[in-house]
């Protein structure tokens, strides 16, 4: 087995680890995860029989490794962009532009025609980042997946760092981590009295420059 077919298993064993724990978290569901479990039994003896290596120690090295990476990076953050929707509802994205004292909060809401972006916050620096510790992103893990619902509601957020090309990315169908309606709520306020923030408050040629670049 490949280095691809490798990597796909060990992404299907996450999958599989992550509803099999959202099931057993649900009293509806919870009685009925034998055949999940199995699965995923099968899916851990494949990797172990072509690696020898035990695919959850893996699994959990690279969250430890993603977290710490996040912590050892959260100093540089420059921008946050999260985005939601599903089919048949429009799409809406959020962006935090991190500026040295504010913190610009813009949106884009998509349809058939595209959106145009929206000032509709700013933020203390200070304010900004202490709400999005709270929300403890380095928790967050690359992908959720709930393969029992069909369409519904997909999101992302991607995290960009000063001078670097490396991001901290998760995303998801149907299912969340447990501080995701924080960060909605975070970047995708629905107050429309935020909206009357007055422009000549931010740093105008910031605001300007990554409009350009939306």
């Not at 695919?55 to 993603?66: C, F, G, S």
């Not at 959020?94 to 913190?103: D, H, N, R």
């Not at 901290?168 to 429309?192: H, M």
């Amino acid at each position: 087995m490949n280095n691809a077919k490798l990597k796909q298993l060990l992404s299907e064993i996450r999958a599989c680890k992550q509803q099999l724990e959202r099931m057993e978290a649900d009293e509806f569901f919870k009685t009925q995860t034998a055949p999940l479990k199995k699965e995923l039994a099968e899916l851990i003896a494949t990797y172990q029989q072509q690696t020898k290596r035990d695919p959850l120690e893996l699994l959990a090295r690279q969250d430890e490794k993603r977290r710490r990476n996040f912590l050892a990076n959260w100093s540089q953050l420059k921008e946050l962009r999260f985005s939601v929707g599903g089919y048949p509802g429009d799409y809406a994205t959020g962006l935090a532009v991190i500026l040295p004292k504010k913190v610009v909060l813009l949106q884009q809401h998509h349809s058939l025609i595209e959106g145009t972006p929206c000032l509709v916050n700013q933020l203390e620096r200070k304010q900004f980042l202490t709400a999005v510790q709270v929300c403890h992103l380095e928790d967050w893990q690359r992908e959720y997946f709930n393969p029992q619902i069909l369409d519904g509601t997909q999101w992302s957020l991607t995290c960009y760092y000063q001078g670097r090309k490396q991001t901290f990315t998760a995303e998801g169908s149907n299912d969340y981590p447990a501080s995701y309606e924080r960060v909605k709520n975070l970047l995708l306020a629905k107050d429309e009295a935020a909206k009357e923030v007055a422009l000549n408050l931010m740093d105008q040629e910031a605001v300007t420059d990554f409009l350009t670049t939306f």
